[in-house]
């Protein structure tokens, strides 16, 4: 019932064979997903316990109709559909679904799985060589599909992965060529560890997606999507993903999402999950603009929301854009939410020359998960063309889904971190959809509230209805005006003065108090203090009524000398001064807001507590090993006790690990410019100083602290930081030295080590058969040459011979005497006057 042959129009999917296997791809991404348990064949899938469906439908004739019939396969019957297919990712494309496909996902979502909604999982795509974007394939720039990217082994961007906004989160896949790739079942009932792309990645989150359905089965399709940005796991993925913090404090990022999908997390969350309350939608739609954007510049549009019926707490926001460009490959778009999230809803495509531009182009982004609607959004347009090229903005609109109330218990309260209203003639945008209305027939707005304390409370009859008065003005009318008065769009050229803290693109830690903490209004004017504590929505509905002084400190001094309370003096306290050490404490389990201040939440208040655990309180009060803290840290170690190993902010005896132990020697000049030697093995390195330091350089005191230093990824341990220093290699990979004159110890894979060994001695054959050749060439042509010298030297002596023989007279013919000579003189003499006297009397 899960598997179909569309091309074939019968219901055995069986793959093709021939001579290079091209229907292999739908078999590896089942494998990924559902392999048996001890198969002994190959790896086990992710959900093995799940059955598994194919349907062939990309060996032949892709049409909508193909498509619309694959995606609405028995959608009672099956749970999840993962697809790793799409528009051409060459970087020049912008293509999605048709109009029955469309329809098929709105189907899916709404009546799949008896009313709980399919679940499509997609892969991202495999353009990023040519430098496309996913928000240009409008399969996984759709709010209806979970979209995965890939990380490489290491937690790198892999060089075929693409970046954009509408990216939910990653999984893991294949990178460089020295990088592993994913294992799975393959034709012919063989095994194979050569799956690549992110048509490896979606697979796997379609399997850990089925484990999380296996854990409860009523989960929503909206509700996976939750469950995935709040267990995501950000921390083992590279910064080269340009990570940001949004508005609710959860790190997002254009190529892997909210992060690494965590099965484990993913499970747990799903078996206490209740259902996310109905999603709403809005709909603003700016005036037309019709603005003009020259080459080499861009343009700034501001819309103001004021009210967004039914949605409070955002999940995906949708920026429709129609614009004509010369060359569509030349534009940028980025959108900022209130909050201060900046995304990139497209960014240039260099092979993109198309001028068709964007039709009502949908640009989708999910890096605004929970932030509140309400405030000024902008949109910037930017045209990087270096010709004559131009562009035009027709008209864009936003299109706002969420919940009006929040989807978890304990979830963070969005803030407003404002975009400053630009000066200008505001006009009123065109609400498309329509909230709820009162017996007046007005539209009632729905405001988020603060109710988040610093301290717990006890419940008394004042505090039931604390926030009551917040919810109004001075004069007793509602805080929040009608939409018609306060939803304003507005089209500027410069941009906005202050976007907010998070438009720099810095790697901040999430906003672990941004939770809508009440402040005087003194502070408002101040953008760091709004960071930590951000004005509500309602701040100006009434008077401060309360505020509270809070104090953080330590009962004892934190170094080995405490203050004299006598002459206020320091002095050592070896009875009460213990040495520092850091502190065990628990990794972030998740991609949600962790306090760094020990802030535990309980409903929508937090508590403070009371301190440490009692082993972390054991482990403080033992020595640490380091001689030297960190001032803005009194738990990071700078300096370590004599043989002792510096890593991470932490002394060791013996390096961790993974790592290896090298020294740092450190010299002081006489204008104190500090110098770093890095000593590796026998070698000491010192970083390169110019003509004047080098003259200026006396030698100082020099100090010695032992560090360790991370081993090359492929090594379990080493010697040094090079592929080649490895000593030890993880379970799966032995050491090979490949060369015979110096060691130098690779790690590989064992399943490859057989190659490599073949290799290594093809390539010493090939030398050694190269050498023979040459030599033997070298012999063949001295030997041809000496033959030919020689037979030409043969021939010249015998004409030589010949002449000397015809003109040389024998000295050892004893014959003839000396007096026949003689007459034989005479006699050529005496013809040849002869002969003269003769010619004479011819010429007379």
């Not at 955002?314 to 980025?334: C, F, N, P, Y």
């Not at 009551?468 to 509602?478: A, I, T």
């Not at 003509?691 to 991370?710: N, R």
């Not at 003109?807 to 007459?823: G, L």
Request: proline share 6%; charged share 20%.
């Amino acid at each position: 019932m899960a598997s179909y042959d569309v091309n074939s129009h019968d219901p055995d999917p069986q793959p093709r064979y021939d001579m290079i296997d091209s229907n292999r791809h739908g078999t590896r991404c089942a494998g990924e997903v559902a392999a048996t348990a001890n198969n002994s064949l190959c790896a086990v899938g992710v959900a093995y316990g799940a059955s598994v469906g194919g349907v062939r439908m990309l060996d032949g004739d892709v049409t909508d109709a193909v498509e619309a019939r694959s995606l609405s396969l028995n959608p009672q019957h099956v749970d999840i559909y993962s697809a790793s297919w799409g528009p051409d990712d060459d970087g020049k494309t912008v293509d999605g679904p048709g109009e029955l496909a469309t329809r098929a996902f709105i189907e899916g979502v709404t009546k799949g799985r008896n009313g709980k909604g399919s679940i499509f999982v997609w892969a991202s795509g495999n353009g990023g060589r040519e430098y496309d974007n996913c928000n240009c394939d409008g399969y996984t720039n759709s709010i209806w599909t979970l979209s995965i990217s890939s990380a490489t082994e290491r937690g790198e961007v892999p060089w075929y992965s693409e970046m954009c906004s509408s990216t939910l989160a990653a999984t893991y896949s294949s990178g460089a060529i020295n990088e592993k790739q994913v294992v799975t079942t393959d034709l012919h009932h063989s095994c194979t560890a050569g799956h690549t792309g992110t048509s490896a990645s979606a697979p796997l989150a379609a399997g850990i997606c089925a484990l999380a359905l296996q854990a409860n089965k009523d989960l929503t399709w909206r509700d996976m999507q939750h469950i995935v940005v709040r267990t995501a796991r950000p921390e083992r993925l590279s910064s080269g993903g340009e990570w940001r913090v949004n508005g609710v404090g959860r790190n997002v990022s254009h190529s892997f999402g909210y992060g690494l999908l965590d099965a484990c997390g993913m499970v747990r969350l799903a078996r206490a999950w209740r259902t996310v309350p109905a999603q709403r939608k809005c709909e603003l739609a700016a005036p037309r603009p019709q603005r003009a954007v020259p080459p080499r510049s861009h343009v700034t549009l501001q819309l103001d929301v004021g009210a967004c019926p039914g949605v409070n707490y955002l999940e995906h926001v949708q920026a429709r854009v129609s614009l004509s460009a010369s060359r569509r490959g030349d534009l940028r778009i980025t959108l900022t939410s209130p909050a201060g999230t900046r995304v990139t809803l497209l960014a240039p495509r260099a092979h993109d020359s198309s001028r068709a531009g964007f039709n009502s182009w949908p640009f989708m982004s999910v890096h605004m998960w929970g932030e509140a609607p309400l405030g000024i959004w902008q949109l910037e347009v930017s045209n990087e063309g270096r010709y004559m090229g131009r562009a035009t903005l027709q008209d864009w609109s936003l299109i706002l889904h969420g919940t009006s109330t929040p989807a978890a218990k304990n979830d963070p309260v969005p803030f407003r971190n404002p975009i400053v209203r630009n000066k200008g003639n505001a006009t009123r945008p065109v609400m498309v959809q329509q909230g709820r209305k009162n017996s007046r027939g007005k539209l009632i707005p729905i405001v988020p509230t603060y109710s988040v304390g610093l301290v717990k409370r006890k419940k008394n009859k004042n505090s039931k209805n604390s926030n009551r008065n917040s919810q109004k003005s001075k004069q007793g009318r509602p805080a929040t005006r009608s939409p018609l008065e306060s939803t304003t769009a507005k089209t500027v050229v410069s941009t906005a003065a202050d976007l907010s803290l998070n438009l720099r693109g810095d790697l901040a830690d999430p906003l672990a108090d941004a939770r809508g903490r009440k402040m005087s209004n003194l502070f408002e004017q101040y953008p760091k203090i709004q960071r930590i504590y951000p004005a509500p929505l309602q701040a100006n509905a009434g008077p401060l009524t309360q505020w509270e002084l809070i104090f953080y400190g330590t009962e004892t001094p934190p170094h080995e000398e405490s203050v004299s309370q006598e002459n206020n003096s320091l002095e050592p306290n070896p009875e009460k001064a213990k040495p520092w050490s850091r502190p065990k404490v628990e990794e972030v389990p998740h991609n949600a807001i962790e306090d760094d201040m020990a802030l535990v939440w309980h409903d929508t208040h937090t508590v403070r507590d009371s301190g440490l655990s009692k082993a972390a309180e054991s482990e403080a009060s033992t020595s640490s090993g380091c001689s030297t803290h960190s001032p803005q840290s009194p738990l990071h170690c700078l300096e370590c006790s004599k043989g002792m190993h510096l890593f991470g902010g932490r002394c060791y005896r013996k390096c961790p690990e993974g790592t290896y132990a090298s020294e740092v020697l450190t010299e002081r000049s006489s204008r104190r410019r500090n110098f770093t030697y890095l000593e590796v093995g026998p070698k000491k390195k010192r970083f390169p100083l110019s003509k004047t330091e080098a003259d200026d350089m006396e030698q100082g005191q020099v100090k010695s602290p032992l560090i360790c230093l991370p081993c090359h990824y492929t090594c379990a341990a080493c010697t040094g930081p090079q592929n080649y220093h490895c000593q030890t290699c993880p379970e799966d990979a032995q050491l090979v030295n490949q060369t015979d004159t110096e060691l130098k110890l690779y790690c590989y894979p064992s399943a490859v080590v057989p190659q490599i060994t073949e290799a290594n001695w093809h390539y010493k054959m090939n030398v050694f058969l190269s050498i023979a050749l040459f030599i033997a060439s070298c012999i063949s042509l001295y030997c041809l040459l000496t033959v030919v010298f020689k037979k030409f030297g043969c021939c010249r002596g015998k004409y030589d011979s010949n002449l000397m023989m015809y003109h040389k007279v024998a000295p050892d013919d004893k014959s003839i005497s000396a007096m026949e000579v003689e007459d034989e003189i005479h006699k050529a003499l005496g013809e040849s006057s002869d002969d003269e006297s003769e010619d004479d009397d011819l010429n007379l």
